[in-house]
């Protein structure tokens, strides 16, 4: 039987730091820095002059997929100390106005078709949430924290028992940067 290698490098640009240990890394950047521990992964890690070397010598289809995911999820890290991630998300009411507020680790969405009970969605890790008009923008460094508080928004303001083609009143992701 032969042995199929599957592998994936990672390439560390100029002005971020990596470190690894173990299976957790560590990113650093202008942004801030992101830590991950990818312990549950069976797969072997090493990072050598810059790049990052993710390989498996598995031939099950799970594993080797495995590779591609891991290294997708550390590209994303280093994207995210050297730019950071946004979501916009689009107020839309037609008789009754929205009034959104941020409340430590959480945002309030009050009078939402005409409720006298505000609904609130958690804010995730050190994301960011501001308000542009109509626009809540949510930023950060850790695409998962940001992507996973704008779900929260967007599914805080989700209309039960009513026609969706009627009442289209809710809070809705439009662009993702």
Known sequence: MSLAITENYVDVPDGVEAKL????????????????????????????????????????????????????????????????????????????????????????????????????AKIIGDTGVKFEGDDIIVKGIDIEAVSQTAANIQQATKIRRKDLRKFIDGVYVYVKE
């Open 21 to 120: 240990e173990g299976k957790r890394v560590t990113i650093k950047g202008k942004e801030g820095s992101i830590t991950k521990d990818f312990w549950h992964t069976p797969l072997n890690m090493e990072l050598q002059d810059r790049t990052f070397r993710l390989w498996t010598e598995s031939s099950r289809k799970r594993e080797r997929s495995l590779v591609n995911t891991i290294a997708a999820h550390i590209r994303n890290m280093i994207k995210g100390v050297e730019e950071g991630f946004t979501s916009r998300l689009k107020l839309v009411y037609v008789h009754f106005p929205i009034t959104v507020r941020v409340e430590k680790k959480r945002v309030s969405v009050q009078n939402f078709v005409g409720e006298r009970n505000p609904r609130f």
